[in-house]
């Protein structure tokens, strides 16, 4: 068996700061598990008992509402550490993730790497991280839902995909128009608009699924007042 230790440029940040034998321990509950474009990878409900990373693609974080609405949380890239999360406040999934495009995964025993935590306080240094950072993602989410009028929360969600997922510019989107609205909290016919808007104005270009920030400034503008 290959040491996942010489494999670190492929593996999450954490697997640095464990030592051979934590690592040899984890190694030996991994499964690996491909997935396409829009299937789901667990669903909201479901039991809690592996911890879970992305090794390509993205995916989606998301809680289902009423009415077939759905509401993203956060979009997943490779590496994040998901469902260990929310094993620390309950037994099973408080969301459901979804493939966005074609994603390759790997499971680990949540309760062994839960032991590892216990006792090496890198690891656990790192799970308190994300926790930190998942919270003010939650956070955020929730200031712009209930206080951000609908050109503001586009805006925002734009600059998210620029900065944090996809960090290109021309940004050729894998999610779809009804992704855009589930983020945002709005229809599809709503965030249709606002696009388009923006586009009108000169603020980005869209063709087809690619959309090409024109006025950075103006969109933070947008963004920041809301």
């Known amino acids: ?50 911890l879970m990373f992305l090794t390509s693609g993205l995916a989606k974080s998301y809680i289902e509402g009423y009415g077939d609405k759905n509401l993203i949380i956060r979009l ?76 503001g929360r586009i805006a925002e969600t734009l600059l998210y995909l620029y900065n944090d997922i996809y960090k290109t510019n021309p940004i050729k989107l894998s999610i779809t128009k009804f992704d855009i609205a589930d983020m945002t909290g709005m229809s599809k016919d709503t965030a249709t608009r606002v696009l388009k808007g923006f586009d009108n104005e000169n603020i980005i270009k869209i063709c087809n699924n690619t959309i090409t920030i024109i006025d950075l400034e103006k969109l933070i503008q947008i963004s920041n007042n809301g």
């Not at 640095?16 to 991994?30: A, H, R």
């Not at 790192?126 to 050109?151: A, G």
């Open 76 to 151: 997943i890239k490779p590496f994040e550490i998901i469902g260990v999360l929310a094993s620390y406040v309950g037994t099973h999934h408080q969301f459901s993730v979804m493939a966005i495009e074609d994603s390759n995964c790997q499971f680990y025993d949540l309760e062994i790497y839960k032991e590892i935590a216990r006792k090496n306080s890198k690891v656990y240094d790192i799970l308190t991280q994300s926790i930190c950072i998942h919270s003010m993602q939650y956070y955020n989410k929730f200031i712009s839902l209930t206080q951000k009028q609908v050109n």
């Open 1 to 50: 068996m290959i040491s996942i230790k010489r494999n670190l440029e492929v593996l999450p940040e954490v697997f640095q700061f464990m030592s051979d034998k934590e690592l040899d321990n984890l190694e030996k509950t991994k499964y690996e598990v491909s997935y396409k474009a829009g299937e789901v990878i667990f669903k909201r409900g479901t039991k809690t008992a592996q």
